[in-house]
């Protein structure tokens, strides 16, 4: 599911950004080339609900590396944009995800954009 959910970012920041902007699922150690993003999946959970259902949660963070280094002013206006283009994302099998508890900052001129895709499952027991 995880990486359904890395394509389905993927796609949107493609969609929206075009592909001017390289994006990246992968740390890349040499020849980066910005501007880009860099999707990650950090530590996924699921909990227990009611019966045979589970909600899975899936935080992701996702960086954006500026045309322009230390550029604020553009990691702001991406910042800014990516809580509109990111609060909804369509998986391949057609399924809509919300993005929840978004919010960004700045690390040493790359923006970190974090967002969580949740979704209850139902297990066959």
Do not use: W
């Not at 020849?31 to 990650?40: I, T, Y």
């Amino acid at each position: 599911m995880v990486n359904n959910i890395i394509n389905a970012i993927s796609i949107k920041l493609n969609q929206v950004f075009g592909d001017g902007y390289r994006i990246y699922d992968e740390s890349v150690k040499q020849g980066l080339k910005e501007p880009c993003f860099l999707v990650l999946a950090l530590n996924p959970s699921q909990s227990t609900l009611i019966g045979n259902r589970y909600i899975r949660q899936h935080p992701f963070d996702i960086h954006y590396f500026p045309l322009v280094t230390d550029s604020k002013r553009e990691l702001q206006d991406m910042g800014s944009k990516l809580f509109e283009v990111l609060e909804y994302i369509t998986l391949e099998d057609g399924d809509l995800l919300r993005g929840q508890e978004m919010r960004y900052e700045t690390v040493d001129g790359v923006l970190h954009f974090f967002v969580d895709y949740n979704m209850v499952v139902k297990k066959n027991i």
